[in-house]
């Protein structure tokens, strides 16, 4: 009897981390392990009044050998797991000393934000970016944004850095070099955290740090110095080479894998970024969109190097050559918020029985509290009934979905969103309906702009949590684009695609393609568009766009 093999998939996301462990030849998912980030889960380190989110990286620690526990304990085969895969957020960077520690873990900075990692939705670096994109731009030679979309965020590497570095003088002085959470976390457990010598993400370095090998690498220091003196010699505290995750960082250390419950010396994939590395997960191929869809929404696709040649596809997140697929180009795009646009409705609904209910003295604390638990529960659940009642010509609203920005099409984190059309027979549901269809016409600028730049989408897959539990958001969509959208069977996509990525790293694979076919999952359930929905649809997505226009305008005056 062959011995069964089964593989790790860790897959750290905004508020939690997931540990799935698959079958490496049947692609059965044998168990699931979710651990929230406690410090996260109670609001510590991040103001969302000044855009600042931070993430202690004790809470990705911890919370990492919760969800492995979690998930061996009924599995109980720890030893039969030959290979860990791992994707994170990105970009989310944190300051590191010579030995690659991050700055929060040492006494003296442990509860400075700024020594923390600055997670992929902070955006507190809107002017670095702004002076990044300026040099680029007007310094005379290579445009480093070039293969960013010609825009560069301040949701990435550089940006953040230079913020931190002009903020905290202590940081400053102690900062050696920055991770990004996906190298970061493989360099752990494999015992090399050396900044210098870690394997880098090309996932991540060629999409949020502008590396490419056509200049040999990450800007030339001489540029970074034409934008702040303060990057001098940081250049050099990079590898110039980076890897895709279909390559083994490392070996699991003794220490990590008596502390996890593992088999020491197993293979950990090189890191990547979740959305990445989850569009694997779903089946990404050629002609394919990938919508992974959660807090925020990144859409993925993969283009052949001779289909796409030279040309540059403008206003999007990147394009980089093995940054999903190994040997063929990763086009990332996506929207700053998704379904942080539905909680952003939820939590101001909220308010009055978060704030009034809690100083009320008629009800005691258990009442309360059983309150506040049936809100949390069922507010968004009777808005999404009510709202899917409402005809869309009812609502007579429209809604702009850039409630933090707008990542894609052309990158402007200084956007706001707005509503309009509002009159005294307004109602929630109707509003939380025009939120809905917001944030499905941001997905549709997507696909119009790259449409318009010439890239082929034959079609649409999509996987998160929202595209399981939200039919109604699903069919928005679909009636939206046009197109019908098929939703991933497995609910962990994005640690289901780290799993195929450590089988690869391991060899048990010879590439990813093999991998997905025995270990992907399918798809669930398909959502075709309503015609009739569509016909109203392109009307108010017209109305959108010019609303859009208008508010731009506005804050770019």
Not at 114 to 130: G, P, Q, S, Y
Not at 276 to 299: N, P, Q, R, Y
């Amino acid at each position: 009897m062959t011995k069964e093999r089964f593989v790790l998939g860790l897959d750290f996301g905004s508020d939690s981390v997931r540990a799935l462990i698959v079958n490496v030849d049947s692609g059965q998912e044998e168990a699931v392990g979710v651990a929230e980030y406690p410090r996260w889960k109670d609001g510590r380190y991040s103001d969302p009044a000044k855009n600042q989110f931070r993430q202690h990286p004790r809470d990705y620690i911890e919370s990492m050998q919760l969800a492995i526990k979690q998930a061996l304990s009924s599995f109980e085969r720890g030893e039969e797991i030959i290979a860990i895969g791992i994707d994170t957020t990105g970009s989310t960077v944190c300051p590191v000393d010579e030995a690659g520690i991050p700055l929060a873990l040492q006494d003296e900075f442990e509860d400075n934000p700024n020594a923390m990692f600055v997670l992929w939705k902070d955006h507190t670096a809107v002017k670095e970016a702004d002076e990044i994109n300026y040099a680029a731009r007007n310094w005379g030679e290579t445009d480093y944004t070039q293969y960013s979309g010609g825009i560069y965020s301040a949701e990435w590497f550089w940006a953040k850095i230079l913020h931190l570095l002009r903020a905290d003088e202590e940081i400053k002085e102690h900062a050696f070099s920055w991770v990004e959470h996906c190298d970061w976390l493989p360099a752990l457990l494999t015992g090399n955290t050396d900044p210098v010598s870690m394997k880098r993400s090309r996932c991540a370095a060629g999409h949020k740090a502008m590396w490419h090998s056509d200049w040999g690498g990450l800007p030339s220091e001489e540029f970074l110095l034409k934008i702040d003196p303060l990057y001098k010699g940081l250049r050099s505290r990079f590898s110039t080479q980076t890897y895709t995750s279909a390559t083994k960082a490392g070996d699991l250390t003794k220490e990590w894998a008596d502390i996890l419950g593992l088999k020491p010396g197993i293979p950990v994939a090189v890191g990547g970024i979740d959305a990445h590395v989850g569009a694997v997960g779903g089946g990404i191929k050629e002609k394919t969109l990938a919508k992974i869809i959660g807090t925020s929404t990144c859409d993925i696709m993969v283009v052949s190097p001779d289909i796409l040649g030279k040309k540059l596809i403008k206003g999007i997140c990147g394009q980089v050559n093995g940054s999903v697929l190994p040997g063929l180009i990763g086009l990332e795009a996506g929207q700053s918020a998704f379904g942080d646009v539905y909680a952003w409705f939820k939590d101001l609904l909220s308010w009055p029985y978060s704030n009034v209910l809690a100083g009320s003295e008629s009800l005691d604390c258990k009442t309360k509290a059983k309150l506040q638990q049936i809100l949390d529960r069922q507010l968004l659940v009777r808005l999404t009934m009510e709202a899917a009642k409402t005809a869309i010509e009812e609502t007579g609203l429209i809604a702009l979905d850039w409630l933090n920005g707008r990542r894609t099409p052309d990158a402007n984190q200084n956007l706001k969103g707005a509503i309009i059309g509002l009159s005294l027979s307004t109602d929630a549901p109707k509003i939380f309906r025009a939120l809905v269809e917001a944030t499905a016409f941001g997905g549709k600028a997507i696909v119009d702009r790259l449409a318009s730049e010439g890239v082929v989408i034959d079609q649409v897959i999509a996987m998160g949590g929202i595209t399981q539990k939200n039919p109604f958001v699903m069919q928005v969509i679909a009636d939206v684009l046009n197109m019908p959208i098929k939703v991933t069977a497995s609910e962990q996509t994005c640690a289901l695609g780290a799993a195929i990525f450590g089988t690869v790293a391991a060899g048990v694979y010879p590439s990813i393609a093999p991998a997905q076919e025995k270990m992907g999952s399918g798809f669930s359930q398909v959502f075709p568009p309503d015609q009739e929905n569509v016909i109203k649809y392109q009307r108010l997505y017209r109305e959108y766009l010019a609303l859009g226009n208008n508010i731009e305008e506005h804050f770019t005056k």
